[in-house]
């Protein structure tokens, strides 16, 4: 895949940490398709002007009009992102707003919410049909965890 797929990800990240929610709702497969495809984007009041227009663009459904289409400057010089040092948060000068707990400590689930980790833990279950076979598990050979070009974000 393209750029572009990552650019729609990472609209759906934003959305997530803004909204506290997925952008699409749906009870199916199916149904998630026809939403990406053709449902309109609810945003809550809360969610800023800008943000709602930075979203809006990784969110269009055409990848050569999609914001960084052009270049990841199209998303950098985003009014959203105005007053961010791109250059010292890529040396990691820039001190984050929150800061996980210690995992030095015997308590390693402390960043976790006690309404979370207090559920009792279940095993997923997993069905045949779910299971890739070999052909298919055989075309995500290639796939790795990083972009070649990552480090140019």
Not at 27 to 56: C, G, N
Request: charged share 25%; proline share 7%.
């Amino acid at each position: 895949h393209g750029k572009s797929v990552d650019i729609w990800a990472l609209g759906v990240l934003l959305y997530e940490m803004l909204v506290g929610s997925a952008p699409f709702k749906y009870s199916s497969t199916q149904e998630l398709y026809r939403k990406v495809l053709q449902a309109p984007i609810h945003f809550p009041s809360h969610v800023s002007a800008l943000a709602r227009d930075l979203l809006q663009k990784t969110f269009n459904r055409q990848p050569e009009g999609r914001i960084g289409a052009n270049g990841m400057h199209e998303i950098k010089e985003h009014p959203f992102f105005h007053g961010l040092d791109w250059e010292a948060l890529a040396r990691r000068e820039i001190e984050p707003p929150v800061k996980p707990l210690s995992l030095d400590t015997d308590n390693t689930m402390a960043n976790f919410d006690p309404r979370f980790t207090k559920v009792q833990a279940r095993d997923s279950v997993c069905l045949p049909k779910d299971i890739l076979s070999a052909q298919d598990n055989a075309l995500f050979a290639s796939f790795g965890w990083t972009a070649p070009d990552a480090a140019d974000v």
